[in-house]
């Protein structure tokens, strides 16, 4: 796994940025190597632990979300195992190794092969850590981001994370993760908001001096429901990430292989969807589509 360590000339906190931890979303791991390029040390104040690809194994075979040496989905190996195979190996590194040293953990991730979705920053609603929460919160609405999401936050102490930057949460750090690009392809301005991200929240930290470009109208997204796939078929949606769906209304269908509709898709309630999937094939028990609204 690289790892690449920034020590900014004058002494500060130490922020942790992490991509490729599903190795099929690009634009993260794009945005993560120009940050590489374009960070100068002697204007940085603290430190900077850069991960640009977590899931080396899957960036380079194509493999969305698993690890096809070992067919584990690093996003839900935490907190890992020191003697398991190669992933659960990479989720204990970054629990016993990455996340202890971080103040600021970001991990950053986008739409993969399959998934359409709108860009948005998010972080959990953990009432045990409000020091922690309250600042994921204040960076996430300086971050550039139209769309701030938040998570409730419902694990005991001795429950696994799974996720990398729940975990991150769960030791009481400072969690973030950024959703920005979609379809497993590279877009430029899906990069580019990666980049203003990451720059204002440093900004904010007082760890880099940019130009903080705020929004103005921040949408606060903070009550998520989920359609999952009672069949195995075809997905046919006319909708989009971004567009406004209403309770009860027909999202998608999916059909059989002769185009037989074998069920109808309706809203569970009115919202705007964070993501879906956008391309054909269905399993029983897939993600079908997250709609996101105000509590």
Known sequence: MPISIIKGKNKGP????????????????????????????????????VVPIANIGSFFSRTPLMN?????????ALPGKSNGSI????ADYFKTKIIPVSDVFLDIHGGGAAEDLMPFICYYRNEKKPEQTERAK?????SGFEYVVSYPYTLKDDQPAKYVFKQATQDGKIALSIESGK????????VVLI?????????????????????????KLNNQTYIRSNNQGIFYSPYN?????????????????????????????SGI??????????????????????L
Do not use: R
Not at 15 to 43: C, M, R, S, W
Not at 87 to 90: D, L, V
Not at 273 to 283: A, D, G, Q, R, W
């Open 68 to 76: 096809p040496q070992d067919k584990v989905n690093l996003n839900g």
């Open 195 to 219: 980049k203003k991200g990451v720059y204002n929240m440093l900004t904010q930290m007082e760890m880099y001096k940019s130009t903080i470009e705020p929004i103005k109208n921040i949408v």
């Open 138 to 142: 204040q960076l996430s609405e300086t």
């Open 273 to 294: 969807i964070l993501y879906k999937i956008s391309t054909p094939p269905v399993n029983i028990d897939d993600t079908i589509m997250c709609i996101s609204n105000k």
């Open 241 to 269: 990430a971004g567009d406004s769906v209403k309770e009860g209304e027909t999202v998608g269908q999916i059909t059989d292989e002769f185009g037989v509709v074998l069920s109808d898709l309706k809203a569970p309630t």
């Open 87 to 90: 992933t659960y190996k990479i």
């Open 14 to 49: 130490i922020f942790t940025i992490v991509a490729g931890v599903h190795g099929y979303e690009y634009p993260p791991i794009i945005a993560t190597q120009e940050l590489l390029k374009e960070i100068d040390a002697n204007k940085l104040s603290g430190t900077l632990i």
């Open 183 to 190: 379809l497993g392809n590279v877009q430029k301005d899906a």
